[in-house]
């Protein structure tokens, strides 16, 4: 059966975004520099609709998660910030022709309509849970892998769950001192998790875990 | 000149420790499984006073450290658990033979008298703070490094006085859901780190950091 991956950028200290987010700064004060890997990468860059960049591993390791990846889910502050109705922004912040490509279904406690963007990514809105929308991205991802996108929350609720089958954490060379912990401080039982494959560059090492099922 | 260092080993979740330490159980629970690695390690049974153990690239790595330390630094809770005066235990957990080798200094408010222990291991206890501390350890150390052994707070304080030179993380796969920190948050401005070395195995991934001077 198709995974339901995680792949995400954290610092040393734990963080997938710096403090203080807003609308003008998404990723907060450093957050930038959890990325630069990914910006350099040539995968990034086509992905973005943008040209150039270098065809190194990291680019590789991005290229798979792109080519393995038949569904998105995602949070509603991945989606556009904030919370509440849908002003100002109903379109999201990720322009016209989003990096995704493929079907994304936002969690959300404010139902709309779906959204048809270009370059084949689709916006859904589900406001029935972590399940319902997992349901219906595993449904549009045929035989290719779910990818939770983010943000922190997200991929916290579905790891609690049971329901994250692979973790691939992309480490940056930063210290944030604060902002949005990945884990935070989840308050399961200890899991042990099995180290499936290691690839590190100068900027940035990507550690891959399988989760394995629990008998709790 | 001889570096400051610290090597740790954290969960994926980034804790040093399990939740609930306790006298019986110092490492909280599932705090054992970030050690693992170095439990079956050649290198770091010979250093316990235990013979077998594997000599793979895991014993390798804690050798390389074993010999090139000179002294080591710690806080109290690390010595012996607790806090306040020094009942019941005044000589630490670590037996009669610790595995240290090298002069320990010992971060604590309550001054005592310093106990030399078997086979080359000293506790000298340091009131006046950390820097105090290093340059008693430096001297110690000769041109050998100086090992930050713990626990998280006293890295903190170290990275925070920008005093700490390098930084080894032994990310265990497990996560442990809560516990202590090793970095919490530190409220510094961002710190792009220097990658210098990763070596995998199984077990565990050895990420190494190069902490560059800072201008502020």
Not at 25 to 46: K, N, Q, V, Y
Not at 70 to 77: D, E, I, P, S
Not at 136 to 162: N, P, T, W
Request: with cysteine.
């Amino acid at each position: 059966m198709a995974k339901v991956r995680c792949d995400i950028s954290m610092s040393v200290d734990g963080f997938v975004a710096g403090p203080n987010p807003s609308l003008e700064e998404p990723l907060g004060a450093g957050g930038d520099l959890l990325h630069e890997w990914a910006f350099a990468a040539a995968s990034w860059r086509e992905s973005h609709g943008l040209s150039g960049g270098e065809a190194n591993a990291d680019s590789e390791v991005l290229q798979e998660s792109i080519d393995s990846t038949g569904a998105v889910v995602m949070g509603r502050r991945m989606f556009s910030g904030g919370e509440g109705a849908w002003e100002p922004d109903p379109r999201g912040w990720w322009g016209d022709d989003p990096p995704f490509h493929v079907p994304v279904f936002v969690l959300t406690h404010h139902a709309r309509e779906s959204l048809v963007m270009k370059g084949d990514t689709s916006f859904d809105f589900v406001t029935d849970g972590i399940e319902a929308a997992l349901e219906q991205a595993r449904a549009a991802a045929g035989d290719k892998d779910v990818l939770l996108a983010g943000g922190a929350s997200i991929v916290q609720q579905y790891l609690k769950a049971e329901l994250l089958d692979e973790l691939q954490i992309h480490i940056a060379p930063v210290v944030l001192g604060g902002g949005t912990s990945l884990f935070d401080r989840l308050g399961i039982e200890p899991l042990g998790l099995e180290a499936t494959r290691v690839i590190a560059s100068p900027s940035v090492t990507h550690l891959r875990f399988r989760v394995p099922a629990r008998t709790t």
